[in-house]
């Protein structure tokens, strides 16, 4: 048996003890509270080398959820308004505001977020020699942010300029009728009804952001003192005891949790754009799994 | 290639560029752009297989089946795909290994799992310890084309699935009050009538395969991916005639703009096939040809 000699790391003393001993020492709390961190930095510095239990993977992966979480939330916030100028510019008629839009929609959409990333860091790479103001954006915690950023930003963009298009001429007519003019008629009128009416397919490019954070750290950028996101220590587990049924099954279990609570999240959302209306106009968050990067 | 690149340190501007452009390793970047085609080759249609299989499953009558169908289609909507690539990878692997080992080694009393490591005895090793490299390569492909199947089934079974909702109910009706049986009414009614709404679908599922290619590299697959790190870095000229700093952000750059002209040549193709079969068709998209015509 591979994992009978105790191993020294740490400088914590149960580690000493011999493997039959531990088990009954290091409770899935002690586990949680050594590793439940890990992936920002915080607890326990070494990685479980040998014997590893079910608490430590579900603790590491959880805590690796903290990333996935961390790009999803940023870059979706971000991502937001820069989706909704590139859909104003795309659905504008002065093409020094249209093309700029077109372009940037058609780069990052079509393609892949793999090569995206890649390039992005690799770039940043070259930049660093020049300067040394661009260190911190080869580290995947701002690199990789910006990446994701402008990408759901491209995809959101033609989603909302999907929505100003369907907007029905009546509401634009009746607030030209009210005398809404500029900006008053945009924060008014358009925008929330073109929000109406892209939040179905938006709510599934949030679910689709999410996942593909998980691609942040097999891309190039470093995980730093293996700090890494669910996906990462997934792999690592995976890798180590040769068993793959244990470690993704719990990063699938985290990844639904995260998506029931987006959809309950976005869905709520959902019901306050279309509460003005009556009930059988509403528009349903449906699940579609055709956005992927 | 070039007669003129015998020397390579007197060459320069677009002379040395050719020469290395055309080095042997160069030759490889290209054949795995092959290898990137024959993935899509083999993948899109065996992933058609796996969703219609699915989809079929889905509308089952026999219930467990039909949760067997569902549950394919589910899954993939809540886990992020990458995860689902390094799983597939591992567990097939295993699982065909595992196969092997209880039909060739029926005597073999100790357990497959033990403790961090998968044993089977070594004539169900695959591919066989003594097996050529090419071998050991194919079965790599072999393995990830499988991995894609199953995952770009699922989403084709959802694309399917909802073509064979879409297809009239009073076109199923008409066929039951002719006398039709279950099985004959699918295959000569639906079936042939469900591609105009699965079109949307499974294009868009088509540029999301081309978008996934790269995820090869994580597969083990020596695709493009590899081959612009591999070519990329830089190299001294103790080591090759043609040393050059760090190029990995020119090469990814390329990628970039290969995938853009692929997906955007798949659009234009794509376009021009819907165009055609929604021609004459009761929908939205062929009245608005009517009319303009």
Same mark, same amino acid.
């Given at each position: 048996?591979? $994992?009978?000699?105790?191993?020294?790391?740490?400088d914590?003393p149960?580690?000493?003890?011999?493997?039959?001993?531990?088990?009954?020492?290091?409770s899935?709390w002690e586990t949680?509270?050594?590793?439940g961190?890990r992936?920002?930095?915080i607890?326990?510095r070494?990685?479980?080398?040998?014997?590893?239990t079910l608490?430590?993977q579900?603790?590491?992966?959880?805590?690796?959820?903290?990333?996935?979480?961390?790009?999803?939330?940023?870059?979706?916030?971000?991502?937001?308004f820069?989706a909704t100028?590139?859909?104003l $510019?795309?659905?504008?008629?002065?093409?020094f505001?249209?093309?700029?839009?077109?372009?940037?929609?058609?780069?990052?959409?079509?393609?892949p977020?793999f090569?995206q990333?890649?390039?992005?860091?690799?770039?940043?790479?070259?930049?660093?020699?020049?300067?040394?103001?661009?260190?911190?954006?080869?580290?995947?915690?701002?690199?990789?942010?910006?990446?994701l950023?402008l990408?759901?930003?491209?995809?959101s963009?033609?989603?909302?300029h999907?929505?100003?298009?369907?907007?029905?001429?009546?509401?634009l007519?009746?607030?030209?009728?009210?005398?809404?003019?500029?900006?008053?008629?945009?924060?008014?009128?358009?925008?929330?009804?073109m929000?109406?009416?892209?939040?179905p397919?938006?709510t599934n490019?949030a679910?689709?952001?999410?996942?593909?954070?998980?691609l942040?750290?097999f891309?190039g950028?470093?995980?730093?003192q293996?700090?890494g996101?669910?996906?990462?220590?997934?792999?690592y587990?995976?890798?180590?005891?040769?068993?793959?049924f244990v470690?993704?099954?719990?990063?699938?279990?985290?990844f639904?949790?995260?998506t029931?609570?987006?959809? $309950?999240?976005?869905?709520w959302?959902?019901?306050?754009?279309?509460?003005?209306?009556?009930?059988?106009?509403?528009?349903k968050?449906?699940l579609?799994?055709?956005?992927m990067? | 290639?070039?007669?003129?690149c015998?020397?390579p340190?007197?060459?320069?501007g677009?002379?040395?560029?050719?020469?290395?452009?055309?080095?042997g390793?160069?030759m490889?970047?290209?054949?795995?752009v092959?290898?990137?085609l024959?993935?899509l080759?083999i993948?899109?249609?065996?992933?058609?297989?796996?969703?219609?299989g699915?989809?079929?499953?889905?509308?089952?009558p026999?219930?467990?089946?039909?949760?067997?169908?569902k549950g394919?289609?589910a899954?993939?909507?809540g886990?992020?795909?990458?995860? *689902?690539f390094?799983?597939?990878?591992i567990?097939?692997?295993?699982?065909f290994e595992w196969?092997?080992?209880?039909?060739?080694?029926?005597?073999?009393?100790?357990?497959?799992?033990?403790g961090n490591?998968?044993?089977?005895?070594?004539?169900?090793?695959?591919?066989?310890?003594?097996?050529?490299q090419?071998?050991?390569?194919?079965?790599?492909?072999?393995?990830?084309?499988?991995t894609f199947?199953?995952? *770009?089934?699922? *989403?084709a079974?959802?694309?399917?699935?909802g073509?064979?909702?879409?297809?009239?109910?009073?076109?199923?009706e008409?066929?039951?009050?002719?006398?039709?049986?279950?099985r004959?009414?699918?295959?000569?009614?639906?079936?042939?009538q469900?591609?105009v709404y699965?079109?949307?679908?499974?294009?868009?599922l088509?540029?999301?395969?081309?978008?996934?290619?790269?995820?090869? *590299?994580?597969?083990?697959?020596?695709?493009?991916?590899?081959?612009?790190?591999?070519?990329?870095?830089?190299?001294?000229?103790?080591?090759?005639?043609?040393?050059?700093?760090?190029w990995?952000?020119?090469?990814?750059?390329?990628?970039?703009?290969?995938?853009?002209l692929?997906?955007?040549v798949?659009?234009?193709?794509?376009?021009?096939i819907?165009?055609?079969?929604?021609?004459?068709?009761?929908?939205?998209?062929?009245?608005a040809?009517?009319?303009?015509?």
């Open positions: 048996m591979s $994992g009978a000699s105790p191993v020294a790391f740490g914590s149960r580690y000493f003890w011999p493997k039959e001993d531990r088990g009954h020492v290091v899935c949680i509270a050594d590793y961190l992936s920002i930095g607890g326990e070494l990685l479980p080398r040998a014997d590893y608490c430590q579900v603790t590491l992966i959880g805590s690796g959820m903290i990333w996935n979480v961390y790009f999803g939330v940023l870059a979706l916030m971000s991502g937001f820069l100028s590139a859909a $510019g795309k659905a504008s008629g002065n093409p505001l249209r093309k700029p839009a077109e372009w940037f929609i058609f780069l990052f959409r079509g393609s977020l090569i990333f890649f390039f992005a860091y690799f770039l940043f790479l070259s930049l660093k020699s020049v300067s040394p103001f661009f260190d911190v954006f080869t580290s995947a915690w701002l690199g990789a942010l910006i990446v950023f990408n759901t930003a491209a995809y963009a033609e989603i909302f999907g929505a100003l298009l369907s907007i029905p001429r009546g509401d007519e009746a607030a030209d009728a009210y005398g809404f003019s500029g900006w008053k008629k945009f924060r008014r009128i358009t925008w929330p009804t929000l109406r009416l892209a939040w397919a938006y490019e679910i689709f952001l999410f996942h593909a954070t998980t942040v750290y891309s950028f470093p995980a730093f293996q700090r996101d669910a996906l990462y220590y997934a792999n587990f995976a890798d180590k005891t040769f068993n793959p470690p993704y099954p719990i990063l699938a279990g985290f639904i949790l995260l029931l609570i987006l959809i $309950g999240g976005f869905g959302v959902n019901k306050r754009l279309n509460r003005h209306l009556p009930q059988d106009a509403r528009q968050v449906k579609k799994p055709n956005l990067r | 290639m070039f007669s003129y015998t020397d340190a007197s060459l320069e677009l002379t040395w560029l050719s020469c290395y452009l055309t080095t390793k160069h490889s970047i290209y054949w795995s092959g290898t990137v024959l993935l080759a993948t899109a249609p065996t992933a058609l297989l796996f969703g219609f699915g989809a079929t499953a889905a509308r089952a026999f219930a467990p089946l039909r949760w067997l169908g394919y289609i899954i993939v909507r886990v992020p795909d990458i995860a *689902f390094l799983f597939f990878v567990a097939l692997d295993q699982f196969i092997r080992h209880s039909v060739k080694c029926p005597d073999w009393d100790e357990p497959i799992r033990q490591d998968f044993v089977v005895c070594a004539e169900a090793k695959l591919p066989l310890g003594n097996a050529a090419w071998v050991h390569e194919t079965y790599g492909f072999f393995l990830a084309v499988l199947a199953i995952v *770009f089934g699922a *989403f079974a959802n694309v399917l699935f073509a064979m909702k879409a297809v009239p109910r009073a076109q199923m008409t066929a039951e009050a002719y006398g039709m049986t279950p004959q009414s699918f295959w000569r009614i639906m079936v042939p469900m591609w699965a079109l949307p679908g499974l294009s868009n088509w540029m999301v395969l081309i978008k996934a290619t790269p995820l090869l *590299f994580l597969l083990g697959v020596e695709d493009i991916v590899y081959w612009a790190r591999e070519l990329g870095g830089s190299k001294t000229a103790r080591f090759t005639d043609y040393p050059h700093g760090d990995r952000m020119w090469y990814f750059f390329a990628l970039l703009v290969f995938y853009l692929f997906t955007k798949s659009e234009v193709v794509l376009d021009r819907m165009k055609r079969l929604t021609h004459g068709q009761a929908t939205a998209g062929g009245e040809q009517r009319k303009a015509a």
